[in-house]
């Protein structure tokens, strides 16, 4: 990269740029080629699909620039102590959606037995906990954890890297649960299918 400031700034502005017109085109390419029927009948699912289509295509490619622009930011202490606090705020409420999840189960007394038939027969609050852990955390904890890593890698040594390093550890752990969760339900349905 080069010397000057200003044309980091611009290289760092232009890669955003970029990533949302990248995403933008991909996902009206995806568009183009549905079926009109499908999107006559289905509109508010298809809207939504491509909203998740382009945030993970843009927010992937916005990988790069967010490295250099944190790398621009290294001389600013207060940055990195919000960056850890937010990391470890965020990595932590994936840590109480894992327990709200097993309390939930637990409370109802269920054993995570997926050849029962009892095993969905939840109450209010375990189909809340339930939602909220594969609904929500499912989809936000990759990008999270990404981000949290290019965090990682452009922050100064200091405590606040290791915060967000101990971040993107409890972040991991969230995502393998969340991968055991997904095999155990794809177990159930292949069981009761």
């Known amino acids: 990269m080069t010397a000057d400031p200003w044309m980091r700034r611009l290289f760092i502005a232009g890669g955003y740029v970029a990533a949302a017109g990248i995403g ?52 600013f202490g207060w940055f990195w102590k ?8 965020t990595a932590l409420s994936a840590v109480l959606s894992e327990a709200g999840l097993a309390i939930a189960f637990l ?20 189909w809340l906990y339930y939602n909220a852990h594969l609904g929500i955390r499912f989809w936000v904890s990759p990008a999270i954890f990404a981000l ?32 055991f969760s997904v095999w155990l339900l794809l177990r159930y349905h292949q069981f009761h299918a």
Request: aromatic share 14%.
């Open 148 to 179: 949290l890593l290019c965090v990682y890698f452009a922050a100064p040594r200091c405590l606040a890297r290791r915060l967000i390093a101990w971040a993107a550890v409890i972040e991991s752990a969230v995502l393998m649960t969340q991968a």
């Open 107 to 126: 409370g109802e007394g269920l054993k995570f037995n997926y050849s029962d038939p009892a095993f969905f027969n939840l109450s209010w609050l375990a």
């Open 24 to 75: 933008a085109g991909l996902t009206a390419l995806r568009y183009s080629r549905m079926d009109p029927a499908v999107v006559y009948q289905s509109g508010g699912m298809v809207a939504f699909g491509h909203l998740v289509y382009f945030l993970s295509i843009a927010g992937t490619l916005s990988l790069p620039p967010s490295f250099f622009l944190f790398r621009e930011l290294r001389a």
């Open 82 to 89: 919000i960056c850890a606090g937010c990391g470890l705020v």
